[in-house]
């Protein structure tokens, strides 16, 4: 075969087919695409004004009524508290130094963070109270029944805890530094071993409602053998008498103080 033959049978080979031109968009799909478009439209019209209706009442929800977060904390104190039982209340992160609380049933009632420095807690019922960061600097809780309480990072630094019931009372991490403990009874309460050992140092007295020695429920002088939960173990331990009923904490049983139903619940 000749050169020049090659060379022409190579040249068409390697030639770019012709693209054919795409035919034009008939009448009827530019009348159909042109229909769903105003159909579309039309929709979107109605919906509009609906959408923006609920973004309006969004917005007039966020920013109307009582400011929940700033005011949340006085707004709970009246309340009747978590469980609806008319006891339990809210003080969480108030300054409430130099309050006068002495007496008053506040079982299970929630302090936590609170300021109560010089607060008046004497013969006070706390049982249950959580009062975890609280500063109670110089507070007087003499005579108050203050078992069962979570005191957790809590500042007690010359408080006046005498004659007080603190029987399973937490402590931990807890500064007692000063306070005045002449008749506190402290049994199974849960203190850090160097806070026990600077209370130890001069404990004393008998607890007037318990007959129980200071010095004895805080275990000073030997090692501890008492613990909340010994009579588990210890056929000779006594199994401590229920603080609560396991009802107080059922919110389809609450009862408020009065005893008549409280909060429902669907």
């Not at 060379?7 to 012709?18: G, M, T």
């Not at 039982?85 to 130099?98: E, I, M, P, R």
């Not at 630094?157 to 002449?182: C, H, M, P, Q, W």
């Not at 130890?200 to 007037?208: E, F, L, W």
């Amino acid at each position: 075969m000749a050169r020049g033959q090659l060379r022409s049978i190579s040249h068409q080979k390697l030639r770019a087919p012709k693209c054919s031109p795409q035919p034009a968009r008939s009448a009827v799909n530019l009348k159909a695409s042109s229909d769903w478009q105003q159909q579309f439209e039309e929709k979107f019209s109605k919906a509009k004004p609906v959408v923006c209706a609920g973004a309006g009442a969004l917005s007039f929800l966020l920013l109307s009524g009582q400011p929940v977060l700033a005011e949340l904390n006085k707004f709970e104190a009246n309340q009747t508290g978590e469980f609806g039982l008319g006891t339990s209340k809210q003080f969480g992160a108030q300054n409430l130094d130099n309050r006068d609380f002495s007496g008053e049933n506040l079982r299970r009632s929630n302090f936590t963070s609170a300021s109560l420095k010089g607060a008046d807690f004497s013969n006070t019922d706390l049982k249950g109270a959580y009062l975890i960061k609280a500063v109670c600097a110089g507070t007087n809780f003499e005579g108050a029944d203050i078992s069962d309480v979570l005191f957790d990072r809590a500042t007690l630094v010359g408080a006046n805890l005498k004659d007080a019931i603190l029987a399973r009372t937490i402590f931990t991490l807890s500064d007692l530094e000063g306070a005045s403990i002449t008749g506190a009874d402290f049994s199974d309460a849960l203190l850090d071993k160097p806070q026990k050992q600077a209370l130890c140092k001069y404990a004393s007295g008998v607890n007037s409602v318990t007959g129980v020695s200071t010095r004895k429920s805080l275990g000073c002088g030997r090692a501890r053998s008492g613990t909340p939960s010994a009579y588990m173990t210890d056929e000779a331990s006594v199994k401590p008498a229920p603080a609560f009923s396991p009802d107080d904490f059922n919110a389809g049983n609450m009862r408020n103080s009065s005893g008549t139903s409280g909060l429902s619940i669907c």
